[in-house]
Nanobody
């Protein structure tokens, strides 16, 4: 099970940290990703961290602004989002597939939990 939380309303240029709590599987064995879906748009792979936390993927649209990290002792993954833009507005999901590397797509994810809404607006 994956549960994302921490979303909310933030002004452009602001920051927010999303959290993902995992349970029901051997967390250190799997990469975890963050996906997002804005109204009327396809789901987008935002970031992914390998099972050991030693490699990361970032979409070009968030590179330099978002940072992903994980705590394998606590079964948690975090997404620190800085310099937020209105186009970052979306429902954010954490997700897993049957892989342990930092994955840059969306199709290989097989499970994602309930998302959390991030709204960037003044």
């Amino acid at each position: 099970q994956l549960q994302a939380y921490g979303g909310g309303l933030v002004q452009p240029g602001g920051s927010l940290t999303l959290s993902c709590a995992a349970s029901g599987f051997t967390f250190p064995d799997y990469a975890i990703g963050w996906l997002r879906q804005a109204p009327g748009k396809e789901r987008e792979g935002v970031s992914c961290i390998s099972s050991r936390g030693d490699s990361r993927y970032y979409a070009d649209s968030v590179k330099g602004r978002f940072t992903i990290r994980r705590d394998n002792a606590r079964n948690m993954v975090y997404l620190q989002m800085n310099s937020l833009k209105p186009e970052d507005t979306a429902v954010y999901y954490c997700a897993k597939g049957d892989f342990d590397y930092a994955y840059g797509g969306t199709e290989a994810y097989v499970y994602w939990g309930q998302g959390t809404l991030v709204t960037v607006s003044s």
